[in-house]
């Protein structure tokens, strides 16, 4: 929420949608200001979490919706 909230004083667009931890390598990328204008360093807090397994993802849009769709499952632990 922190990271959500700080992210709306550059521009940003608060996310209301349930947080599901992933990694995004990258999809229409529009920025409101280039980072060489941002005035501020933004930090984050490490928050500790139990991972059980690591899927790799791809996004598509199928009828105009984002759909994600798994290519691989690997278990950790």
């Not at 909230?5 to 667009?13: A, D, M, N, R, V």
């Not at 996310?15 to 930090?43: A, M, Q, S, W, Y």
């Amino acid at each position: 929420n922190s990271l959500d909230k700080g992210l709306s004083t550059y521009g940003f667009p608060e996310d209301k949608k349930k947080f599901t931890p992933h990694i995004t390598i990258g999809r229409e990328i529009v920025l409101p200001l280039p980072f060489d204008k941002l005035k501020e360093n933004i930090t984050v807090e490490p928050i500790p979490v139990n991972i059980d397994s690591l899927t790799l993802m791809e996004s598509t849009r199928i009828d105009g919706k984002l759909v994600y769709i798994p290519i691989y499952r690997c278990p950790l632990g």
